[in-house]
Every structure is written in structure tokens, then in C-alpha cells.
């Protein structure tokens, strides 16, 4: 009776498939035997709603001129359950916790190019570059519009805001933060940084969540592969969505590669940010660049 109610009553299908996210519409499919249509699965089996609970927040970061760094070895992992969920249950189940990276910055113009910062400044140009202050819901509503008021509280989950929304600071150390606009088992972090600088690009990353973004299951296997290491990369911006492939690199000295590098690329048209994370007191790190 599903069955002929989801093929042949198209208002029970199309209200089923509004109220059910992506991998739920996956496995129903399989359980029924049936496939989408091209618009349907455009519509309904999106990636970002099977990974946030509400991806309009990251519309609003596209829509205002944002770039959105995902990245993580689960996102080929997600991608596949959507096509073919048998294999993913038999293999993790239904709780298996999946990790996934956002990064998202926004673009400021210098006289001579455009840089990359991890900072959105509401604020007026006298103000700019000046460390962001916090403000409460209420002073917000009295100091902005309504539009951008809202927008700070939303974005302040994500990217640093000038001025920032009271208390969404972890406590003045910049790093990856849970970000609670997840589905069920999947675990979120965005790079929350406490610095105005806009030149601040190398991003410190924790072994656990190095070993999350190249799907290793123990430190050795994440020091033992490091000349291997590679990841699922997306970029999103208000022109579409970049699909690259986000590889480790495992090197000696490379705070001080990775600033000589920045600054002979200085003027070019690449925008780069740098994760890391220092594996062996001799400063050999791996490292991965996000462009």
C-alpha cells in the first residue's frame, strides 16, 4: 500500500519527500524498490541538508559574497549512502559518527587585490580592522538593521563577525568549533578565529581532528600514510560548488615554508589558507593547503 501511495498519489509522494532528509529518502527508496526523477532528486536529495540541519545558513553565507570550505574524508562516505545506502549500513550501521570541516571566509579589497579574511566586518569603514567587540541580541537589534542584526547572529556560528554576537567566542583562542546545525551522528566543526588579522591563514588542527579529516583510525595509520593522505574538498561560493581533492603533505619547517610561500604568491589571484598540525618535537608537521 506505501508502495502504490508513493508511486501513484503524487501529493502523498512530494509532502513524504519535503518532511524526510536525504539518506532517509535513500533508504526508503531502497526498501521500496523505486528511484527518483531527475528534479526530484535535485530537489530533495541535496548533500548539505543530509549534513546540516539547516542549510539555508550556508545559502546566507553564499548569498552575502562567502566562500564555504567543506572538507573531510566523510564527505565521499555521505555521498555514497545517498546512492547506495545498503552497503553503508552494513558496513557502519545507523550511528556510525561522521566528521565533517567548514571553513568559511570572506573577501576584502586592498588598493592592489583581493585578500581573504577570516573575518566579516558589519561595522562602519572608520571601524574596520579594529578588534570586533561583543554585543548582546538586544544591543544588535539597536545598532543594526533587522537584516543585518539576524545576519550576525547566524553567522557568528561560523565565521568571526565585527561586532560579534555575545558569547559565540570559544575563550579568546581561535580553533574548531562544534557547530550544533548538524543531522543526527554528524559531527560539525568550524574555524572560529579570535583575530581581526586578515593575514591570519594557518589554521591549527589537533591529531584527533587530523585524523577525522583523512578518515584514519589511529595515529599510526595518520603518520604512517602521510605521504597518501587525501580527502573530499568542497568550495562554495555564490557561483556554484568546486569539487577538489584536499591532499596532506608531510614537511619540516613548514610554518616558515608556509609564510615564504604566502608572501612570493602575495598578488596573484590565489587565495590560500593553511591547516596543520605539528606531529614530532623536531617541527616536522603535516600540513594542507585549502585554496
Known amino acids: 500500500m506505501i508502495f502504490y501511495a508513493f508511486i501513484h498519489v503524487e501529493p502523498f509522494k512530494?509532502?513524504?519527500?519535503?518532511?524526510?532528509?536525504?539518506?532517509?529518502?535513500?533508504?526508503?527508496?531502497?526498501?521500496?524498490?523505486?528511484?527518483?526523477?531527475?528534479?526530484?532528486?535535485?530537489?530533495?536529495?541535496?548533500?548539505?541538508?543530509?549534513?546540516?540541519?539547516?542549510?539555508k545558513e550556508i545559502s546566507l553565507i553564499r548569498n552575502l559574497g562567502m566562500t564555504v570550505r567543506i572538507f573531510g574524508?566523510?564527505?565521499?562516505?555521505?555521498?555514497?549512502?545517498?546512492?547506495?545506502?545498503?552497503?553503508?549500513?552494513?558496513?557502519?550501521?545507523?550511528?556510525?559518527?561522521?566528521?565533517?570541516?567548514?571553513?568559511v571566509t570572506d573577501t576584502i579589497s586592498n588598493d592592489t587585490e583581493q585578500i581573504s579574511t577570516m573575518v566579516r566586518d558589519f561595522r562602519l569603514t572608520p571601524e574596520l580592522r579594529t578588534a570586533p567587540e561583543d554585543m548582546s541580541v538586544n544591543e544588535l537589534s539597536q545598532n543594526f538593521s533587522p537584516t543585518t542584526a539576524t545576519n550576525i547572529s547566524t553567522l557568528s556560528k561560523w565565521i568571526l563577525c565585527a561586532p560579534y554576537l555575545a558569547g559565540s567566542l570559544p575563550k579568546a583562542i581561535p580553533g574548531w568549533v562544534p557547530?550544533?546545525?548538524?543531522?543526527?551522528?554528524?559531527?560539525?566543526?568550524?574555524?572560529?578565529?579570535?583575530?581581526?588579522?586578515?593575514?591570519?591563514?594557518?589554521?591549527?588542527?589537533?591529531?584527533?581532528?587530523?585524523?577525522?579529516?583523512?578518515?584514519?583510525?589511529?595515529?599510526?595509520?595518520?603518520?604512517?600514510?602521510?605521504?597518501?593522505?587525501?580527502?573530499?574538498?568542497y568550495a562554495l561560493d555564490r557561483y556554484g560548488k568546486?569539487?577538489?581533492?584536499?591532499?596532506?603533505?608531510?614537511?619540516?619547517?613548514?610554518?616558515?615554508?608556509?609564510?615564504?610561500?604566502?608572501?612570493?604568491?602575495?598578488?596573484?589571484?590565489?587565495?590560500s589558507f593553511t591547516v596543520y598540525n605539528t606531529v614530532h618535537p623536531l617541527n616536522s608537521s603535516i600540513f594542507l593547503r585549502l585554496e
Not at 79 to 89: A, T
Not at 95 to 103: G, N
Not at 206 to 214: A, H, I, S, T
Request: with cysteine; glycine share 4%.
Open 14 to 55: 512530494r509532502t513524504l519527500l519535503q518532511y524526510l532528509r536525504p539518506f532517509d529518502i535513500a533508504k526508503l527508496l531502497e526498501a521500496l524498490g523505486c528511484s527518483l526523477g531527475t528534479w526530484e532528486r535535485n530537489n530533495h536529495m541535496d548533500l548539505l541538508d543530509d549534513i546540516f540541519h539547516d542549510s
Open 73 to 103: 574524508a566523510d564527505l565521499g562516505i555521505l555521498e555514497s549512502r545517498l546512492k547506495n545506502p545498503r552497503p553503508y549500513l552494513q558496513e557502519y550501521g545507523e550511528t556510525h559518527p561522521l566528521h565533517v570541516f567548514v571553513l
Open 179 to 233: 557547530v550544533f546545525n548538524s543531522q543526527e551522528h554528524v559531527n560539525v566543526w568550524a574555524y572560529i578565529s579570535t583575530m581581526p588579522d586578515t593575514n591570519a591563514r594557518v589554521l591549527h588542527m589537533d591529531r584527533f581532528l587530523m585524523r577525522q579529516v583523512f578518515g584514519c583510525q589511529n595515529d599510526f595509520e595518520l603518520l604512517s600514510n602521510c605521504d597518501i593522505l587525501k580527502a573530499k574538498y
Open 242 to 271: 568546486h569539487v577538489k581533492e584536499l591532499r596532506g603533505k608531510l614537511t619540516l619547517n613548514s610554518l616558515h615554508d608556509i609564510f615564504a610561500a604566502d608572501q612570493a604568491r602575495r598578488g596573484t589571484s590565489i587565495e
